[in-house]
């Protein structure tokens, strides 16, 4: 079993690098290609647009073919659609590459997370399917500073290169050390959404898509915000980017010690609170060096602490519909990529400086936190009340 969580991890690492990398290299693509800043952090958008294409896909195609061979599929899905991205300089070719490399991205997750279901030993499953989410982490800890520094000392290109190359070796492992297993769903699929007629599961949707949408409507132009705002050099975002996934990595790992303690809706809302309230630090402090690492480095730990509580609080409110509740987890997560860095963006392009970009910001995740909050109202209607006598 070690064998296959490490190529899964593997995988998501690959993912993480094509998801994030981008953002460690936005002004070199941009003038190279020659266009705005603004367009450029659209590639993000597109590459989250594929992602909410291609998650239901597992859940309609999982119990055809083999979960290995589906895992395959996606994975020289990816190849192509970074290699596309890598080798284009026209606009829409780069739209079309990151629309490629974006569709497999939710079906990975969901698939992987399927067969390690299947293979773990009964109270394994969790710690095997955190394995799987830890190389998305590694990723921005290790591969995306490394893809930022390519991108300033090179190209950007050099950068999804890297990322092509990768996960051709990702291919070579889930051939090698993936079993074949196939998933018969035992419900038909019309009565796997029997979950999303109560509103508990879409209140959690829009949690997550706000949340991520909060966050990135900041994090996807934190290169020109560390220089034209921090005053940092362009030679310090690997540095930077290093810490931040640093930060990714960390919230993960504290917000798992936090759920012995405290229940998943807890633990999200009062994350959503203090991004929110980092968020307008930032807009206030931005200019001070070292206050922009330490708040920038709390926005990005609380990126990662959501999201086990979240997965969570999903399992637990798509009974019978798991696996569409997972994709249609994965697909709110990328949904608010796209939000969020179309409404930075769009603060761009309307002539505001980029310390502007942490209103909306914040903004967006007091939505998340109010959704958590109505949730929790709700479940505690829900509770019985004790009877005295």
Request: hydrophobic letters at 70%; aromatic letters at 12%.
């Given at each position: 079993m070690k064998k296959t969580v490490f190529s899964l991890a593997l995988a998501t690492f690959g993912l993480g690098m094509a998801e994030f990398g981008i953002m460690g290299v936005l002004t070199e693509l941009a003038k190279d290609v020659g266009i705005s800043i603004p367009s450029a952090g659209h590639l993000i958008s597109f590459y989250a647009c594929g992602v909410v294409i291609g998650a239901p896909v597992m859940a309609l195609v999982s119990n055809r073919f083999s979960l290995k061979n589906i895992l395959l599929f996606l994975?020289?899905?990816?190849?192509?659609?970074?290699?596309?991205?890598t080798f284009s300089s026209a606009y829409w070719m780069l739209i079309l590459g990151r629309l490629i490399s974006g569709f497999p991205h939710g079906a990975i997750f969901g698939v992987g997370a399927i067969i390690l279901s299947k293979i773990a030993p009964p109270g394994k499953v969790t710690m095997a399917v955190a394995g799987m989410i830890a190389g998305m982490t590694v990723a921005n800890l290790i591969g995306i500073p490394l893809g930022t520094w390519l991108g300033h000392a090179f190209s950007w290109r050099y950068t999804f290169?890297?990322?092509?190359?990768?996960?051709?070796?990702?291919?070579?492992?889930?051939?090698?050390?993936?079993?074949?297993?196939?998933d018969k769903a035992p419900a038909r699929l019309s009565e796997q959404f029997h979950f999303l007629r109560k509103p508990e599961p879409w209140l959690i949707f829009a949690a997550t898509m706000f949340g991520n949408a909060g966050v990135f409507a900041w994090f996807s132009y934190v290169k020109p915000f560390m220089v034209t705002v921090s005053g940092f050099s362009e030679a310090s975002m690997?540095?930077?980017?290093?810490?931040?996934?640093?930060?990714?990595?960390?919230?993960?790992?504290?917000?798992?010690?936090?759920?012995v303690r405290f229940s998943p809706v807890r633990i999200a809302a009062t994350?959503?609170?203090?991004?929110?309230?980092?968020m307008l630090a930032l807009f206030v402090l931005g200019e001070q060096k070292q206050a922009s690492l330490a708040v920038g480095f709390i926005c990005c730990a609380g990126l990662f602490a959501l999201s086990a509580p979240l997965q969570i609080l999903l399992l637990q409110n798509a009974k019978g519909g798991e696996m569409l509740g997972a994709a249609g987890g994965q697909m709110a997560f990328n949904l608010g990529n796209a939000v969020g860095a179309w409404f930075g963006g769009l603060i761009i392009t309307f002539g505001f400086t980029y310390s502007y970009l942490t209103l909306p910001a914040a903004v967006l995740t007091f939505a998340a936190m109010t959704a958590l909050l109505v949730y929790g109202h709700i479940k505690t209607k829900q509770q019985p009340v004790p009877v005295t006598q």
């Open positions: 994975v020289a899905m990816c190849v192509v659609g970074n290699a596309m991205f290169l890297l990322i092509v190359v990768f996960d051709l070796l990702v291919i070579v492992s889930v051939v090698f050390w993936v079993p074949a297993l196939y690997t540095f930077i980017m290093t810490l931040m996934g640093l930060g990714m990595v960390l919230g993960n790992i504290f917000s798992g010690r936090l759920s994350t959503e609170l203090v991004i929110m309230l980092a």
